[in-house]
């Protein structure tokens, strides 16, 4: 796999991470929901052959899968924090270039949008983006990975 794949690879996964930590801060806050509003445990009869109720059950559910959901996000965090970092290190040229061509969902003609942002032909546009996807991948791979 070359440097232009594995930076390729990076930003894609980059976007993924974003949507996936998005969705586990809302299951979280849902789960918190439902240890917050879980009903009480009460001690005034013996479990039948030594379980646990069910509310008592759901809620031991609950904590766990929160806890595995902290867990995955900081992961995620981490590894976001490291692609950011790497993209930082990159001229501003090559940032903007990354960030219209690869995280940019709304721009529809990516290079004419960036010959105008960056004042140069089409072609030059194609080679700042070479240029940046290397820069990226030696970059990320040699501090952060």
Request: one cysteine or more; proline letters at 1%; hydrophobic letters at 40%.
């Amino acid at each position: 796999m070359t440097n232009k794949e594995k930076a390729i690879e990076l930003l894609k996964r980059y976007k993924l991470l974003k949507v996936r930590s998005r969705i586990l801060e809302e299951k979280l806050i849902a789960l918190e929901n439902l240890i917050t509003s879980a009903r009480g445990v009460t001690c005034s009869t013996v479990p039948n052959r030594g379980g646990s109720s069910k509310y008592e059950d759901k809620l031991i559910d609950y904590i766990t899968r929160k806890d595995f959901y902290k867990l995955k996000l900081a992961a995620y965090a981490e590894e976001i924090a490291g692609i950011e970092r790497a993209i930082a290190e990159l001229p501003e040229r090559e940032k903007t270039t990354l960030k219209v061509f690869f995280l940019d969902d709304n721009a529809e003609d990516r290079v004419g949008t960036l010959s105008e942002i960056l004042g140069f032909e089409r072609s030059h546009i194609y080679r700042i983006r070479e240029k940046a996807l290397n820069r990226l991948a030696t970059i990320y791979y040699a501090r952060y990975a």
